[in-house]
């Protein structure tokens, strides 16, 4: 086998496996596009409200003191402010 032949099949096969890989993106952006179609037509898509917690809901009254749950509103404001406990 000469030089120039296994140039000349080398260069067939940059070429087939270049295409492959071309039809197999093609192929999978065609797919990806269809299933958001999908997903968008069946209103998937859409923003579900959070459910009501059940103790609201039937009227069930709080078991914590009031002063528990502002310290844990107070470190949480904190935690969100500076995202990390201060000492």
Not at 10 to 27: D, E, N, Q, T, Y
Not at 42 to 47: A, H, R, V
């Amino acid at each position: 086998m000469t030089i120039l032949k296994m140039l000349e099949q080398s260069a067939i096969l940059i070429l087939l496996g270049m295409a492959i890989v071309f039809a197999f993106l093609w192929i999978m952006i065609l797919c990806i596009t269809q299933v958001g179609r999908l997903v968008h037509s069946m209103g998937w898509d859409k923003n579900v409200p959070p459910p009501k917690p059940a103790a609201a809901a039937e009227g069930v009254q709080n078991t914590i003191p009031q002063e528990v749950i502002a310290a844990i509103m107070a470190g949480l404001t904190e935690y969100r402010k500076t995202g990390f406990p201060r000492e």
